[in-house]
């Protein structure tokens, strides 16, 4: 297991380098760090003085390895419009974007296990064949739909929820968290049920289809044969076979469902990541997306690592398959 583990780590220490690379292969190309920072008014003598200062002269190997140092020590880069560190900018708004993501996930988890192991036994319910309609539906409808739809009904007309922004926030050790007041959950509701819409069909789907498959295996007709009670057959023999496509499938739509806040938390104003990242595209502030593109990335690839180490641990055969 020991040396598993190693392997898995190696693979994203090596991605993340590709990732880092890309990102500042972006900076390097179409930023001018030095136009950003003096703007127009400053001579051309100066500004080759600056360039040189700053180390932009220099061989892009030799940038590129300097770049990596400073990350390491986390610094990425200064935010041109903010004036300060990009990596503070971004850890300032990740608590939005982490909450929503966390209650968007709350979500999927309590209703696609339990719909998706209902269809799975009774597959000819009406109640089966409404949620695999509406699984239809729901990976059909793009996000920012689902949330004007949400803020029509709920904020127009019923004026029941509050259409944008967190609400109210505390401060829990520097983390602004909306999850401990009731306006912050009030502002909560209606960005995490249109995010959790584009995962939710695909988990209901995913679990019913995995969970049909274990059911007609041959251990489960011995399970049967043999008397067990039906409870026993089919959450503890059968659903846990069922969990080991389903822990790699969402190991990956988290990552997705990251990236997807963009549109969400524009839509809805939310003050996250998301959509500090789209005002780093509207003020071409190359730093700050490409940092954003690194931090992204490597929440990808450290929640793919830990689901791959979980599936070992899990499920031996992987380990005796990477052994081999």
């Not at 998706?116 to 729901?138: E, M, Q, T």
């Amino acid at each position: 297991m020991f040396a598993f583990i190693v392997k898995r780590v190696t693979q994203a220490v090596f991605v993340m380098l590709v990732i880092s690379l890309i990102g500042f292969s972006i900076r390097h190309q179409i930023g001018d760090p030095v136009r950003d920072i003096v703007g127009i008014s400053v001579s051309a003598a100066e500004r080759d003085a600056l360039r040189e200062d700053l180390g932009l002269n220099d061989p892009f190997l030799m940038q590129y390895v300097r770049f990596l140092k400073n990350a390491l020590h986390g610094d990425i880069g200064m935010s041109f419009f903010f004036k300060k560190p990009a990596l503070a900018v971004i850890l300032s708004k990740a608590p939005a974007t982490l909450e929503l993501v966390f209650c968007s996930s709350l979500l999927v988890i309590l209703l696609s296990v339990p719909t998706g192991i209902y269809a799975a036994i009774n597959p000819r319910h009406w109640f089966s064949r409404l949620a695999l309609g509406g699984s239809i539906v729901g990976v059909s409808v793009p996000v920012f739909l689902t949330a004007i739809v949400l803020i029509y009904i709920f904020s127009v007309e019923l004026q029941w929820l509050p259409s944008y922004g967190r609400g109210e926030t505390v401060n829990i050790g520097g983390w602004q968290s909306g999850l401990l007041t009731a306006d912050g959950l009030k502002h909560l509701i209606m960005p995490s049920i249109a995010l959790s819409s584009i995962m939710l069909p695909l988990f209901i789907r995913l679990i019913r289809s995995e969970m049909m498959e274990v059911l007609e295996t041959e251990y489960i007709k011995f399970a049967w044969a043999k008397g067990l009670r039906p409870w026993r057959i089919r959450f503890v023999h059968a659903f846990k076979n069922t969990l080991l496509p389903v822990i790699t499938v969402g190991g990956v739509q988290i990552g997705i469902m990251i990236a997807y806040t963009i549109l969400t938390e524009t839509v809805f104003q939310w003050q996250g990541m998301g959509f500090m990242f789209l005002e780093a595209v509207e003020r071409s502030d190359t730093t700050l997306i490409v940092a954003y593109m690194i931090m992204v990335g490597a929440i990808f690839v450290v929640v793919n690592t830990v689901v791959d180490i979980i599936y070992g641990l899990v499920n031996p055969m992987v380990r005796v398959t990477g052994r081999t």
